[in-house]
């Protein structure tokens, strides 16, 4: 490839005692200045948006359109841009994170700059669509049904994808694989026959899957042992980041194209409207990777059958990915959804709150390197997940919207939720799960990880929308909690040990 493969096993150089075992090199006095910063504006934000839902009245109903004040909208986009200001004046005091940026590949740097325009997209249509099913008249068992196929399509062809893409090419599995995911989602906002949608779901499920591999693999062979942390810890603020930006945009859009169509913000044909946006910004995305220079060289089916030897990682990462992935598909499809049907919350109320947990999310993603320093990679991962894990439950048991959107904004920062919301530990788990397999299983273990994860996600899905439709919202999330809970149990208990080992083979190598 274009920056040189670097192999997992490589001995980790930068640092000094645990901190270089574990790839750390920016300096921890700017990490914990930013932790404070972080701190200090979720606060802030938080308290902005309860003083923002309880002062915008409790009429329910979808004809009570925007209840957000202006003026409230205009202060939280403020905010948002002088947090963003900051962090790029810390930035430039802090030479080291300035040396290591600098020091990316060019390869590497495309892939960063694809993550703002594959955050907004994605969230833009996840916020949006689903509720335009509804308003198109569509029910909630529906709306669950094409969700499961979706997933379940995209999990069926994540491991072919992996393997295809281990023997020919990252870049050219993504650019197939993108494009037909384009002309599918574009075919979903235009045919309303249930049919025809939901073979389309299983068709754009399909195609998401091939372009799903892509990321990680590629960013652990383009970069080195000491950089990855501060590499995924940026894409993965810039990918969440850009979703706060999405999740804004798709509360405002319908407000907006309803006024000028005269139909309402509530309308399918606002909604339509709005999801088209997305399109041209799926465009944007793909340049980056076009332009990427990949220098792969093909192997056969035989040696690459050779070459797969970690089963004991694989089949651990398999498995927790599977505990995750059904937790989460009762769950996380269908945020959007238990806001508008069970809690009555406007969409402009929605992209809101989910711009406040994706923002602070970014933020926060910023700190990873400040917990894997102190913990290591797999406590971090472990123990912010457990942390996460009553709130998830906590919005299932939610009244009242002010409850239900702080439950949902500290569950979204330590759990995460549906790409591109991703939790805070979640580029840290990405990281190791690429760097405990080797390099040519990389693609595959990715594939695997995928097909495990979405495939159960679309298991959860189906078992989530009978209890949906029949208004029994707290059952899945009671199930997802206990499940995600029993995962990452597993995980800690698994790989503690193998990180424990690997941390003693790095310090005997750098002695």
């Given at each position: 490839?274009?920056?040189?493969?670097?192999?997992?096993?490589?001995?980790?150089?930068?640092g000094?005692?645990r901190?270089a075992a574990?790839?750390?090199?920016?300096?921890e006095?700017?990490?914990?200045r930013?932790?404070?910063?972080?701190?200090?504006?979720?606060?802030?934000?938080?308290?902005?948006?309860?003083t923002?839902?309880?002062?915008?009245?409790h009429?329910?109903?979808p004809?009570?359109g925007?209840?957000?004040p202006l003026a409230v909208w205009?202060?939280?986009?403020?905010?948002?841009?002088l947090l963003a200001?900051?962090?790029?004046?810390?930035?430039?005091?802090?030479?080291?994170?300035?040396?290591?940026?600098?020091?990316?590949?060019r390869?590497?740097k495309?892939l960063?700059?694809r993550?703002?325009?594959?955050?907004?997209?994605?969230?833009m249509?996840?916020?949006?669509?689903?509720?335009?099913?509804?308003?198109?008249?569509?029910?909630?068992l529906?709306v669950?049904q094409?969700?499961s196929?979706?997933?379940?399509f995209?999990?069926l062809?994540v491991?072919?994808?992996?393997?295809?893409?281990?023997?020919?090419g990252?870049?050219?599995?993504?650019l197939?694989?993108y494009a037909?995911n384009?002309?599918?989602t574009a075919?979903l906002?235009?045919?309303?026959?249930?049919?025809?949608?939901l073979?389309?779901?299983?068709v754009?499920?399909?195609?998401?899957?091939?372009h799903?591999i892509?990321?990680?693999?590629f960013?652990?062979?383009?970069?080195?042992?000491?950089?990855?942390?501060?590499?995924?810890?940026?894409?993965?603020?810039m990918?969440?980041?850009?979703?706060?930006l999405?999740?804004l945009?798709?509360g405002?859009?319908?407000?907006a194209?309803?006024?000028?169509l005269?139909?309402?913000?509530e309308?399918?044909?606002?909604?339509?409207?709005?999801l088209?946006?997305?399109?041209?910004?799926?465009l944007l995305?793909?340049i980056?990777i076009y332009?990427i220079?990949?220098?792969?060289?093909?192997?056969?089916i035989?040696?690459?059958?050779?070459?797969l030897?970690?089963?004991?990682?694989?089949?651990?990462?398999a498995?927790?990915?599977?505990?995750?992935?059904?937790a989460?598909?009762?769950?996380?499809?269908?945020?959007?959804?238990?806001?508008?049907?069970?809690?009555?919350?406007?969409?402009a109320?929605?992209?809101?709150?989910?711009?406040?947990?994706?923002?602070l999310?970014a933020?926060?993603?910023?700190?990873?390197?400040?917990?894997?320093?102190?913990?290591g990679?797999?406590?971090?991962v472990?123990?912010?997940?457990?942390?996460?894990?009553?709130?998830?439950?906590?919005?299932?048991?939610?009244?009242?919207?002010?409850a239900?959107g702080?439950f949902?904004?500290?569950?979204?920062?330590?759990?995460?939720g549906?790409?591109?919301?991703?939790?805070?530990?979640?580029?840290?788990?990405s990281?190791?799960?690429?760097?405990?397999?080797k390099?040519?299983?990389r693609?595959?273990?990715?594939?695997?990880?995928?097909?495990?994860?979405e495939f159960p996600?679309g298991?959860?899905a189906?078992?989530?929308?009978?209890?949906?439709?029949?208004?029994?919202w707290?059952?899945?999330?009671?199930?997802?909690?206990?499940?995600?809970?029993?995962a990452?149990?597993?995980?800690?208990g698994?790989?503690?040990?193998?990180e424990?080992?690997?941390?003693v083979?790095v310090?005997?190598?750098?002695a």
């Amino acid at each position: 490839m274009g920056g040189g493969p670097v192999r997992a096993e490589t001995a980790m150089r930068g640092g000094q005692g645990r901190g270089a075992a574990h790839g750390i090199g920016a300096p921890e006095g700017g990490l914990r200045r930013g932790a404070l910063g972080i701190g200090a504006a979720a606060f802030s934000l938080l308290g902005l948006g309860a003083t923002a839902w309880a002062n915008g009245g409790h009429a329910h109903g979808p004809e009570r359109g925007l209840q957000v004040p202006l003026a409230v909208w205009l202060v939280g986009i403020g905010l948002t841009i002088l947090l963003a200001l900051l962090l790029v004046r810390q930035a430039r005091r802090d030479s080291e994170y300035l040396r290591l940026l600098k020091g990316f590949s060019r390869n590497a740097k495309l892939l960063i700059f694809r993550s703002p325009f594959s955050g907004l997209s994605v969230s833009m249509w996840r916020l949006l669509f689903y509720l335009y099913l509804l308003a198109m008249g569509h029910d909630t068992l529906f709306v669950a049904q094409l969700a499961s196929i979706n997933w379940v399509f995209h999990g069926l062809s994540v491991i072919p994808s992996g393997i295809l893409s281990d023997l020919f090419g990252r870049r050219r599995v993504f650019l197939v694989s993108y494009a037909g995911n384009i002309l599918a989602t574009a075919g979903l906002m235009l045919i309303t026959g249930p049919t025809a949608l939901l073979v389309l779901a299983a068709v754009q499920g399909a195609f998401e899957g091939g372009h799903a591999i892509v990321g990680p693999p590629f960013m652990v062979e383009q970069s080195r042992p000491d950089e990855r942390v501060h590499l995924f810890s940026i894409d993965g603020f810039m990918k969440v980041g850009a979703a706060s930006l999405g999740n804004l945009s798709a509360g405002l859009l319908p407000v907006a194209f309803g006024g000028l169509l005269g139909l309402g913000a509530e309308h399918a044909w606002a909604f339509r409207a709005s999801l088209l946006c997305a399109i041209p910004v799926m465009l944007l995305s793909v340049i980056p990777i076009y332009l990427i220079d990949e220098q792969w060289q093909r192997i056969d089916i035989k040696r690459w059958w050779k070459n797969l030897e970690s089963y004991g990682n694989i089949g651990m990462l398999a498995l927790t990915e599977a505990g995750t992935g059904l937790a989460l598909g009762m769950t996380a499809p269908f945020f959007n959804v238990f806001f508008a049907q069970q809690l009555r919350a406007s969409t402009a109320e929605i992209g809101l709150i989910f711009a406040l947990g994706s923002i602070l999310t970014a933020f926060a993603t910023l700190m990873a390197p400040l917990f894997v320093r102190r913990l290591g990679r797999v406590r971090t991962v472990a123990f912010l997940k457990f942390l996460g894990v009553p709130f998830l439950v906590l919005i299932g048991l939610s009244q009242g919207v002010v409850a239900a959107g702080i439950f949902y904004v500290l569950a979204i920062i330590l759990i995460g939720g549906a790409f591109p919301n991703k939790a805070l530990s979640d580029p840290i788990y990405s990281l190791f799960s690429m760097e405990v397999v080797k390099e040519r299983e990389r693609g595959t273990t990715n594939g695997i990880m995928h097909a495990f994860s979405e495939f159960p996600m679309g298991v959860g899905a189906w078992i989530a929308g009978p209890f949906m439709a029949a208004g029994n919202w707290a059952m899945p999330y009671y199930l997802a909690g206990a499940i995600y809970a029993l995962a990452f149990l597993a995980f800690y208990g698994y790989f503690l040990r193998v990180e424990t080992v690997r941390a003693v083979a790095v310090e005997s190598a750098s002695a």
